[in-house]
């Protein structure tokens, strides 16, 4: 005998519907909980706009600061090497841009609250010589404030 002749099909709909609702419920209340400092990257309409330039190096924020609420960075690689924007908070990344070519500009936008941040480029990379490339150690990371 099967399931649905067992129990009926609606009895196996609401346990179905059931199931997913209790599987919802669940999966919702593991997220991250960080007290609220920050949201992951958002579609939302920027508050402010903060270009960046990426370059052998550096990262070079226009400000050094902005004020809380949805933000945009405008990322561009001014430099000759591949390199990515990772924004983050007490060593944790938030949200990144991977893979920025020389000569492009990439956008991102977080919701972000009082606090201080840090944008850096986490690439590693493995020269012929075997000499490994370590963005952020060479200097490619930058204290950001929000306000």
């Not at 609420?69 to 938030?94: C, M, P, S, W, Y």
Request: glycine share 12%; with cysteine.
């Amino acid at each position: 005998m099967r399931a649905y002749e067992a129990f009926g099909r609606g009895r196996l709909t609401a346990i179905a519907i059931f199931g997913l609702a209790v599987a919802g419920t669940v999966l919702a209340s593991c997220g991250d909980d960080d007290g609220g400092q920050a949201s992951l990257v958002t579609t939302k309409t920027p508050d402010e706009v903060v270009r960046v330039s990426l370059q052998e190096w550096a990262v070079l924020p226009e400000v050094g600061a902005a004020g809380n609420g949805v933000i945009q960075f405008a990322v561009d690689n001014r430099g000759t090497e591949l390199h990515e924007f990772v924004l983050l908070k007490d060593g944790e990344e938030l949200g990144e841009i991977e893979g920025i070519g020389p000569g492009h500009l990439e956008t991102i936008r977080f919701e972000l609250k009082p606090g201080n941040y840090e944008l850096a480029c986490l690439i590693k990379e493995t020269e012929d010589n075997g000499e490994v490339e370590d963005h952020y150690a060479l200097g490619m990371h930058k204290q950001f404030e929000v306000r």
